[in-house]
């Protein structure tokens, strides 16, 4: 113990014993030196005895144990088994693979995968049937006596509506509503009753029009007060049958064969008018309401100061253009041609007059289409020698140009009617023959995409009885192919043909579609196909944050097909974010 030791000082408690030589005993209680932690600063700080901490936005590259020295541009990547566990490595690329093509495969083209894990081009095949012999029967759309004025569209839930004038009954206008049986070709049509029991109506150009899928536009000029009527109708969705909400904003006008109606898309309609206060040719764009049926109608613009009898006028949607052929005054004599651009406003411009044909004086009964896939105008139309003509006409900028016309049928020929067919991209024409006792034929018109001019087909008589008047003809959307015709005889009750000029096919379905070709593929050979989530910035025309489909034959659109297949969200006129 203590004791015992030979220490040389007493010591008190907590001291220890240190050895010291030269003292008693070569030991003595001492006290205990104290350390203190000093506190760390920098990029590891403390305090005291603390736990050591690393600063704040301090640790960069050099300060981690990477297994590689990377590049700019690469992300940290976890990788056990190298060095530190961490490696610097490349983002990867846009989401793509790559596929075999079975089929040329065109650039930016929507792609689907077959069933033999091969890439392919979404297309439509299109198969013409015999115009001369398809050619459904003919039926009757109500009993008793009707005339002219004759307008027919489409609409929603498959059901047609047909305008006329009643003819047993003051000439008053008189409508129905009817279903077609796409399997047997007949139709179901019940009339609806006259809008007007107290007035006739004049005959017009063009008195009905669709309003996108759902809505129709019906017009007339009534005699008792000139004003010109203008009706959007929608259709029932359980019957046949049609609500009527009439609009008068465009007031009197003069004439009969003077005013055309046009729709524009988007909802927006143009109506060309000869006013009565001033005998000028006007036009006005309107936008429909869908909900109130309701029109609102821009500022009027004149067209011509003295017109003459008879127009023809369509649209390019795309574009907001119109083309406009007539016999005017302000342009000189003749037939002249303008182009008139509208806009979303209502508002419209008109280019300079073109001459087209200074020495005609005639200009009957003329019916105009545009056709897109060549973006080409078509109008048909008889001349002073009463026989058939035809003529196709583009443009650049504002400026219109139309080849000379081309007599297609002789016999004396009118009462026409046209409309593109988007399934066999022709043209489809109705007329009438008077050298034949007015029996009605249709005829199909393909456009050259090089130059203005067309391939006549082989004219197909619908009618086996004489004196049809007032032919009109429409496609059907429903079926993607039937084309319905209906026609009056003098004296007696309307009636309706069927004609399908072709079907078609396509390889689309809803779940095959993958993506884009990024750059053109040759059969058999292998290339990349952008796939969702990646972006294609090869497309044209599209406008940035509306969703696009593919459509049947490759191309994209705002409406969905059947099947509906999602494109992606454009993200510029040019960029499609794929979905």
């Known amino acids: 113990d203590e004791a015992r030791l030979q220490i040389s000082n007493a010591g008190s408690n907590g001291e220890f014993l240190q050895k010291q030589s030269g003292n008693t005993g070569g030991l003595t209680w001492a006290a205990a030196n104290q350390y203190t932690h000093p506190n760390h600063s920098g990029e590891v700080t403390s305090t005291a005895d603390g736990v050591q901490v690393i600063a704040d936005d301090v640790v960069d590259e050099a300060n981690l144990k990477i297994s590689n020295a990377g590049s700019n541009g690469q992300f940290l990547s976890k990788q056990s088994g190298n060095t530190g566990g961490l490696t610097w490595a490349d983002v990867s690329a846009a989401p793509e693979i790559d596929l075999v093509a079975d089929g040329a495969i065109a650039a930016n083209k929507p792609v689907l995968i077959k069933s033999n894990g091969k890439a392919t081009e979404v297309v439509e095949t299109v198969s013409a049937n015999d115009p001369t012999t398809d050619v459904g029967s003919e039926d009757e759309m109500v ?67 669709p309003i996108g899928d759902d809505l129709c536009l019906w017009m007339w000029r009534k005699n008792s007060d000139s004003v010109l009527y203008l009706g959007v109708g929608e259709p029932s969705t359980s019957a046949n049958s049609c609500t009527w909400t009439w609009n ?71 574009n907001k253009k119109i083309m406009y052929l007539g016999l005017i005054d302000d342009g000189g004599d003749g037939l002249h041609s303008c182009i008139i651009t509208y806009d979303t406003d209502n508002s419209v411009s008109k280019g300079s007059w073109v001459d087209v044909e200074a020495s005609l004086t005639t200009f009957y009964q003329p019916r105009m289409a545009f056709d897109p896939n060549v973006n080409r105008f078509f109008v048909i139309h008889s001349s002073s020698d009463e026989d058939g003509y035809y003529r196709v006409g583009n443009y650049s900028g504002t400026t219109p140009s139309w080849n000379s016309k081309v007599e297609f049928k002789d016999s004396n020929t009118n009462y026409f009617d046209v409309v593109y067919n988007p399934i066999v991209k022709k043209m489809i024409a109705v007329y009438s023959s008077e050298g034949d006792s007015y029996k009605n034929y249709s005829v199909a018109f393909t456009l050259s995409n090089s130059d203005n001019t067309a391939t006549v087909g082989t004219a197909n008589q619908m009618s086996t009885s004489n004196n049809c008047y007032n032919n009109a003809v429409a496609y059907d959307t429903s079926s993607d192919s039937d084309l319905v015709v209906t026609s009056y005889r003098r004296s007696n009750n309307p009636k309706t043909w069927t004609v399908n000029p072709g079907t078609a096919t396509t390889n689309l379905t809803a779940d095959n579609f993958i993506g884009f070709a990024k750059a053109a593929i040759s059969d058999t050979a292998t290339g990349t196909i952008q796939v969702a989530s990646n972006t294609n910035s090869g497309q044209s025309g599209l406008t940035a944050g509306t969703k696009y489909y593919v459509q049947k034959n490759g191309t994209l659109g705002t409406a969905a097909a059947s099947p509906s297949v999602t494109a992606g969200v454009a993200l510029s006129s040019s960029k499609i974010l794929i979905k």
């Not at 007031?251 to 009565?276: C, F, P, R, W």
């Not at 006005?284 to 613009?301: C, D, E, M, Q, Y």
């Open 143 to 209: 009993a008793g006596s009707r005339s002219g004025g004759y307008g027919l569209v489409r609409v929603k839930n498959s059901r047609w509506v047909a305008t006329y004038r009643d003819g047993a009954n003051n000439s008053y206008p008189r409508y129905s509503v009817g279903t077609l049986n796409t399997s047997t070709g007949d139709f179901d049509w019940s009339e609806g009753s006259s809008p007007f029991n107290t007035s006739a109506v004049e005959l017009q150009t063009r008195t009905l029009i």
């Open 248 to 318: 008068t904003d465009i007031g009197a006008v003069t004439g009969q064969y003077q005013h055309v109606i046009e729709y524009l898309g988007n909802n927006q309609i143009g109506v060309l008018y000869k006013d009565s206060d001033d005998d000028k040719l006007y036009i006005r764009i309107g936008t429909v309401n869908t909900t109130t049926k309701a029109i609102s109608f821009g500022t009027a613009l004149e067209i011509d100061s003295a017109p003459g009898s008879y127009h023809a006028m369509a649209a390019d949607t795309a």
